[in-house]
């Protein structure tokens, strides 16, 4: 199946949306010969006065469901950093962690909120082939087995590596580097220029696609959040290809299709 690799979301609805329906996407999936990955954070807008909005994240997140619901072995949905109900997770001062769990309690109840979170527990960190590997943050700075991985669970500081690391840069010192991404590849048996994509860190604000960052190649962020329209990154012959689509508002479409179905 050809990956279709689409980064942080961030409750823009629209993008997923515009996604799937775009570059026949969908009828791959029907047909097998296409999956979905999203390398997490689908929930939490980013955008200035929609941080506390917790709605378009809690109907983000019944799309994705729904589409695992329908192609469970074509959907792959990673865990990021804000796949949390913890309090400790925030955003300009803002709980959205806590916010998003008391808004699902408000209209669904503490049982549906308790399997949410048993979702957020059970999912994977990384997806591997021979001809990429993803994940929401960026690489390990510790040793990395394909065991490890699977049993994350003993192993705590792997895991908040995936999720959390950055990018080194003049600001952020502490972060990943080229030898870390080397060695990432290394320890799982990766070729050396195996495309690496993950997100988490945006370069700038205005942009989506970043290749070959940092000098080091294959190694590629992806941010399919912003308002203006969503990037992906697709599998064309063996090569990872960026891909951008403008901006559509397809949830009032559909909401005027639901209208004048009433009427």
Request: aromatic residues 8%; proline residues 5%.
């Given at each position: 199946?050809?990956?279709?690799?689409?980064?942080?979301?961030?409750a823009q609805v629209?993008?997923?949306l515009k996604?799937?329906?775009?570059?026949?996407?969908?009828?791959?999936?029907?047909?097998?010969?296409?999956?979905?990955?999203?390398?997490?954070?689908?929930?939490?807008?980013e955008?200035?006065?929609?941080?506390?909005?917790?709605d378009?994240?809690?109907?983000?997140?019944?799309?994705?469901?729904?589409?695992?619901?329908?192609?469970?072995?074509?959907?792959?949905?990673?865990?990021?950093?804000h796949?949390?109900?913890s309090?400790?997770?925030?955003?300009?001062?803002?709980?959205?962690?806590?916010?998003?769990?008391?808004?699902?309690?408000?209209?669904?109840?503490d049982?549906?909120?308790?399997?949410m979170?048993?979702f957020?527990?059970l999912?994977?960190?990384?997806?591997?082939?021979?001809?990429?590997?993803?994940?929401?943050?960026?690489?390990?700075?510790?040793?990395?087995?394909?065991?490890?991985l699977?049993?994350?669970?003993?192993?705590?500081?792997?895991?908040?590596?995936?999720?959390?690391?950055?990018?080194?840069?003049?600001?952020?010192?502490?972060g990943?580097?080229?030898?870390?991404?080397?060695?990432?590849?290394?320890?799982?048996?990766?070729?050396?220029?195996?495309p690496f994509?993950?997100?988490?860190?945006?370069?700038?604000?205005?942009?989506?696609?970043?290749?070959?960052?940092?000098?080091?190649?294959?190694?590629?962020?992806?941010c399919?959040?912003n308002?203006d329209?969503?990037?992906?990154?697709?599998?064309?012959?063996n090569?990872?290809?960026?891909i951008s689509?403008p901006?559509?508002?397809?949830?009032k479409?559909?909401?005027k299709?639901?209208?004048?179905?009433?009427?």
């Amino acid at each position: 199946m050809a990956p279709i690799i689409v980064g942080d979301l961030h409750a823009q609805v629209n993008n997923l949306l515009k996604i799937i329906t775009e570059n026949r996407f969908l009828a791959g999936l029907e047909a097998d010969t296409a999956s979905l990955i999203i390398l997490g954070d689908a929930v939490h807008s980013e955008v200035d006065g929609e941080m506390e909005d917790m709605d378009s994240s809690i109907l983000m997140m019944d799309l994705i469901l729904r589409l695992k619901q329908y192609f469970p072995k074509n959907l792959f949905y990673l865990k990021g950093n804000h796949d949390t109900f913890s309090e400790s997770l925030s955003k300009n001062t803002i709980s959205q962690g806590l916010l998003m769990r008391r808004r699902l309690q408000e209209l669904r109840g503490d049982e549906y909120v308790a399997e949410m979170e048993r979702f957020y527990n059970l999912l994977a960190y990384v997806i591997c082939s021979d001809s990429f590997i993803a994940c929401h943050a960026g690489p390990s700075r510790r040793k990395v087995t394909r065991n490890k991985l699977i049993n994350l669970h003993h192993h705590a500081k792997i895991s908040n590596d995936l999720i959390n690391s950055r990018l080194k840069r003049p600001h952020y010192l502490a972060g990943y580097t080229k030898s870390d991404v080397k060695h990432f590849r290394k320890d799982l048996g990766l070729a050396k220029h195996t495309p690496f994509i993950v997100g988490h860190t945006p370069i700038d604000p205005s942009g989506s696609v970043w290749r070959n960052v940092a000098d080091i190649k294959g190694h590629h962020i992806i941010c399919s959040s912003n308002p203006d329209g969503p990037s992906l990154f697709e599998e064309v012959n063996n090569k990872m290809i960026p891909i951008s689509y403008p901006s559509e508002p397809l949830i009032k479409f559909i909401e005027k299709i639901d209208e004048n179905k009433e009427t």
